[in-house]
């Protein structure tokens, strides 16, 4: 028979830890993947508005400090 190499003995090992800590249930592992899926979708969407608050931010920043340089 042939030994299994380590990366096939280490994903085995992984696997196993994953089902232990799901009590070998897919249903939950499952449900615990979306849940994790949504959440970094929803970070990503308040990142992502953030970032569009700043760059308006900085946007009017420029104008305005433009505007007062103009005046000067």
Same mark, same amino acid.
């Given at each position: 028979?042939?030994? =299994? $190499?380590?990366?096939? *003995? &280490?994903? %085995? +090992?992984? #696997? %196993?830890?994953?089902? *232990?800590?799901?009590?070998? &249930? @897919? &249903? #939950?592992? @499952?449900?615990?993947?979306? $849940? *994790? /899926?949504? /959440? #970094?979708?929803?970070?990503?969407?308040?990142?992502?508005? =953030? $970032? $569009?608050? !700043?760059? @308006? /931010? &900085?946007? *009017? !920043? #420029?104008? %305005?400090?433009?505007?007062?340089? +103009?005046?000067?």
């Amino acid at each position: 028979m042939i030994k =299994d $190499s380590p990366i096939v *003995e &280490d994903t %085995r +090992r992984v #696997r %196993r830890m994953i089902s *232990e800590k799901f009590d070998h &249930d @897919i &249903d #939950r592992y @499952i449900a615990y993947l979306q $849940s *994790e /899926a949504a /959440a #970094r979708q929803a970070k990503k969407a308040v990142q992502c508005s =953030d $970032s $569009s608050d !700043n760059l @308006i /931010a &900085d946007t *009017e !920043n #420029r104008e %305005r400090t433009g505007k007062e340089n +103009r005046t000067n």
